[in-house]
């Protein structure tokens, strides 16, 4: 079969060189649901009213003077974005180095970010209701190196995102919660450098951030995820050859969005004897393989597979970035919530069907068909690439509409590359993609108003 003609993955990195952020009315962007994630409404941890911050102005001013041309280069770097944008990146480093099962990624990004999206929702509902005005709008001539947002000064957003991170992380990765803390410390001491929020704000979002932390530790400690496999793998002809798959306890977390593990569980698979199954193990034997199907199966089995969690929030934020003011804080942080929440559920969706009906790897089946590379260790159907990354282009597509075919079109390329690698059936990628959008529409309709297709 030949190959799709679709965006190369160079392409789809560089998703937004033929659309800018200008393609994208604001009007038309996603309204997040006013519906938290851990807190039960942004109501619960939002900040009690602020003191007259009249008396903190020499305070920060005093800060401003001994800033420094480093102090400028750093609070430049952490403006960068929204607040969540810099701690959507900062943990995938960590995760990489530790090579985090994807299973297990997809867990700790989906906590991370409901934890920092209830805590930038929190921050907001505060800011609308006492509008505080910015230190500069209180005092001209205290002016700002940053491009400042409408938004009101109190409490600081970006203290609520890095505390509410900076903690998460700290649980996740025990070894790295000083660095992580020491970072959130210098995002905060930014806002202040910078002149654009008063030490009250900061120690306000502070206040959010540890709260809304609280709540999702709280979550993570009960989400099964630290539960050991004690099953064994069946036997039998049609089944998986192997032990300890990967994942193996991932069917029983605790999903976000879903009612339970199996609520799409797909129906069997065809048996290995029958016509289907011999149907498609003959087009991946008669697949002719060129250099450009090896280069992106390899690509999507390297930066798709073991790091799919690390490509797609990378496309995300690129994303984002390129939109600008379209998403607000509030917006962008739903987005990145929807993404890794809806790839997470998807992982335990996708690992469900995977251990309840181990099936057999192509190459199990006949030894005659040599994949490309090693199949990775667990069942066949669905295939997982499938169902992430169907899910995650799903949600993109949905909330940046105006790249929604191209956004398609990469999930799809991710889910035929292992035909062409010689990975799985083509009823596995097929099975998977439908699973991947039944997660991804489940969990746009709990994360936003509406979107637009």
Known sequence: ????????????????????????????????????????????????????????????????????????????????GVPTYRWNDLPLEAMLEDFVTLPLAARHLALLHAAMDDAVAAAWASKREFRRPRPHDTDPPLATPLHTTKAQSYP?????????????????????????????????????????????????????????????????????????WTGSTPQGPGKWQGTTPIGATTPTWRPWVLARADEFRPQAPPAFDSDRT????????????????????????????????????????????????????PAAARVLAALNIAFADATVACWDAKLAYWHIRPSQLDPELKPLFPPPNHPSYPAAHGCLSTAAATVLAAVFPADRERLLALGKEAAEARVWAGIHYRYDIEVGQELGRKVADKTLV????????
């Open 1 to 80: 079969m030949r190959p799709l003609g679709i965006v190369s993955l160079v392409a789809g990195l560089a998703l937004v060189a033929s659309t800018t952020a200008t393609a994208q009315d604001p009007a038309s962007s996603p309204v997040p649901r006013n519906q938290s994630w851990l807190a039960s409404s942004p109501s619960e941890t939002k900040s009690v009213a602020p003191a007259d911050a009249k008396g903190e102005l020499a305070e920060l001013k005093a800060i401003v003077a001994r800033r420094t041309e480093r102090d400028l280069a750093v609070l430049r770097w952490w403006d960068t």
């Open 156 to 228: 600081s957003d970006f203290a609520a995102a890095a505390v509410a991170a900076a903690e998460v992380l700290g649980y996740l990765f025990p070894a790295r919660a000083q660095m992580f803390a020491a970072r959130a410390e210098e995002a905060m001491q930014t806002r202040l450098l910078a002149g654009v929020e008063f030490p009250s704000d900061v120690a306000a979002g502070r206040e959010i951030g540890r709260k809304v932390a609280a709540l999702a530790i709280v979550r993570g400690k009960s989400d099964g995820s630290d539960g050991k």
């Open 278 to 329: 011999k149907a498609d193990l003959a087009e991946l034997k008669a697949f002719k393989r060129l250099p450009m199907t090896n280069h992106r199966a390899v690509y999507w089995e390297v930066f798709g597979g073991a790091r799919a969690h690390a490509l797609w929030n990378e496309i995300a934020r690129t994303k984002l970035l390129e939109y600008g003011d379209v998403f607000d804080a």
């Open 446 to 453: 709990r994360a936003f108003n509406s979107t637009k297709p």
